[in-house]
């Protein structure tokens, strides 16, 4: 059985870091395009990195050069760092399984940036 | 604003047929495969439809998705209470990125 679980959310200042992470059981993350999804309050889906599996990355352009998508092989797990955090990240941040499809979801995690 | 567009939202009474609608371009539907996710309230997005019409294991084959040309359909037939979640569509957006998957606004579908 396929599951994801995002933890590392909170609340944090503007400017502040996060590290978010997704571990995985059921399939291995390293044979996998993994990616992170985030949804604000009361809004939709805003697609935001990508992991393939030989290790290149991509990020959204609200977030590049800000967050940084990796993994751990030996633990099965994702994770998403999240620096000079703005009010306008606020959101659920959801770990996701493919490229073409995202076939499964975490839970998600949520991330407050406020003073 | 989405790259792609949907409908904000859509009613209908139990069992009755819904269309939702997603429209893009030539970059991004016209180039690639759709996907649909269903949103139940409070939870995460599940995959319901993959490569414009097939569906993962365990989705009832009430829920059907075409494509054509830049534009995309999901329709729910005999639609139940249950069904009463947020759907997006969803596809690649630009095959000259390594990551650039792009999704509608999402439509909130209400069972009257």
Redesign the interface.
């Known amino acids: 059985e396929v599951q994801m679980v995002e933890s590392g959310g909170g609340l944090i200042q503007p400017g502040g870091s996060l590290r978010l992470s997704c571990e995985v059981s059921g399939f291995t993350v390293s044979m996998n395009f993994m990616?992170w999804?985030r949804q604000s309050p009361g809004k939709?889906?805003?697609?935001v990195?990508?992991m393939?599996n030989d290790d290149?990355?991509?990020?959204?352009d609200s977030v590049k050069g800000r967050f940084t998508i990796s993994r751990d092989n030996s633990k099965n797990t994702m994770y998403l760092q999240l620096n000079s955090l703005r009010a306008e990240d606020t959101a659920v941040y959801?770990c996701a399984r493919g490229?073409?499809?995202?076939?499964?979801?975490?839970?998600?995690t949520p991330v407050t940036v406020s003073s | 604003q989405?790259v792609l567009t949907q409908p904000p939202s859509l009613s209908a009474a139990p069992g009755q047929k819904v269309t939702i609608s997603c429209s893009g371009d030539s970059s991004n539907i016209g180039d690639?495969?759709v996907?649909w996710?269903q949103q139940l309230p409070g939870?995460?997005?599940?995959?319901l439809i993959?490569?414009n019409k097939r569906r993962?294991s365990g989705i009832p084959d009430r829920f059907s998705g075409s494509k054509s040309g830049t534009s995309a359909t999901l329709a729910i037939t005999g639609i139940q209470t249950g069904d009463e979640a947020d759907y997006?569509c969803?596809t690649?957006g630009d095959k000259l990125?390594?990551?650039?998957?792009?999704?509608?606004?999402?439509t909130k579908v209400t069972v009257l």
């Open positions: 990616s999804v939709g889906l805003e697609w990195s990508v393939y290149r990355t991509d990020y959204a959801y490229k073409w499809e995202l076939s499964a979801w975490g839970q998600g | 989405s690639n495969y996907s996710y939870t995460a997005p599940k995959l993959y490569e993962p997006y969803g690649w990125r390594l990551g650039n998957y792009v999704f509608g606004g999402g």
